[in-house]
């Protein structure tokens, strides 16, 4: 087993690890935070995206070991204060998810891809920036438009 400690939605965690142990299984299994969702474990989905130091990454390829000493934030670490954030309030809105399995990791891309790109974005750049994440439901349109809401009020 390995030590880890880290910082996860601003609160200090540690834990005992298998090596092996991704990081979506940490946050899951050892912090109980299950919004971070595991849909295909080859990194191919999205639904388990999380920001790492500020960057987003798929948490079912990364070990939590490797986290050792990071800044964690997971869809559960968006709102404030009992106040959902802009993006999350804009998937609301407009309507920006059906079943919800996606939704979690759309978020936490989009809230990523706004602070890359700007709050200026187009259709287009957010179809290629999330390429990444697949949703089964919508077919993206409401999910580009709760996009560019929710970057206007971020």
């Known amino acids: ?34 919004g971070t969702h595991v849909g295909c474990d080859t990194s191919q989905c999205g639904a388990c995206v999380v ?42 809105e407009h309507h920006g998810l059906q079943c919800g399995f996606c939704t979690p990791g759309m978020l936490m891309a989009a809230v990523d891809l706004v602070n890359r790109k700007g709050k200026t974005l187009d259709e287009e750049t957010i179809r290629h920036e999330l390429e990444g994440n697949i949703c089964r439901c919508t077919g993206y349109h409401n999910i580009v438009k709760a996009i560019q809401a929710g970057a206007e009020n971020m």
């Open 1 to 34: 087993m390995s030590a880890i400690s880290m910082k996860v939605n601003g609160k200090a965690v540690c834990g005992a690890v298998e090596p092996r142990t991704l990081l979506v299984q940490f946050l899951r299994e050892n912090l109980g935070l299950t």
């Open 51 to 92: 920001h790492v130091n500020g960057t987003a990454i798929k948490s079912c390829t990364a070990l939590a070991v490797a986290c050792d000493g990071a800044e964690v934030t997971t869809v559960e670490g968006l709102a404030k204060n009992g106040k959902l954030h802009p993006m999350q309030e804009a998937f609301r």
